[in-house]
């Protein structure tokens, strides 16, 4: 309430003789109310503020050989929350479609698979998309990666919402699992 409404409004109640008592009573009891709200407001912010409970940490990718239609995303990601989360999907400018992959040893041979229901990140977890584990597959580039490019992916968590990443593209040159990404 403006300070002028209020000087006009305990003026006006003073010349009415009504008893200061209670006037302090009512005060009192609009200042409860604005302290209520200012609750009310501060637990919609921190609700606010609970859904970046993602955190995600050097996101990056590898300089793709010429003609490769497929590039690798890598990153950890840390849910810093008291309740699971789940990445469900992810998408870039650079890329057709981006997938959730996970490559898996079967005998000798690495073998890898969309996770079509997504990742799983446990409260208080910390996964990590890794060569040779999880990975973001980004299918159908629109042109060569390049050392030092820069890649916006757009992570889509089930409770976190959308999260803006961005791969930092490094050299060719890679762990053995990588050119099993050739399908
Ligand atoms: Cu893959």
Redesign the pocket.
């Known amino acids: 309430m403006p300070l002028g409404k209020l000087q006009e409004d305990m003026h006006l109640r003073q010349s009415l003789s009504v008893s200061s008592m209670e006037y302090v009573m009512k005060m009192a009891s609009r200042i409860t109310a604005l302290a209520m709200l200012a609750t009310i407001l501060g637990v919609a912010f921190t609700y606010a503020q609970s859904s970046s409970a993602i955190s995600i940490d050097k996101p990056f990718s590898r300089a793709t050989p010429g003609g490769a239609k497929v590039a ?1 995303g890598y990153m950890t990601i840390t849910n810093n929350g008291t309740a699971a989360d789940r990445l469900v999907s992810a998408s870039s400018p650079a890329a057709g479609k981006v997938e959730i ?1 996970e ?1 898996t040893m079967q005998g000798d041979v690495m073998k ?1 698979h969309q996770l079509s229901g997504g990742l799983l990140v446990g409260a208080g977890k910390t996964i990590s998309l890794a060569p040779g584990g999880y ?1 973001l ?1 980004l299918v159908e580039l629109k042109a060569p990666l390049k050392k030092g490019d820069k890649v916006p992916v757009t992570l889509n968590f089930e409770k976190a919402g959308k999260i803006d990443v961005t791969l930092d593209v490094q050299a060719i040159g890679a762990p053995a699992a990588e050119h099993m ?1 050739k399908m």
């Open positions: 690798a992959h490559m890898m990975h597959m990404h």
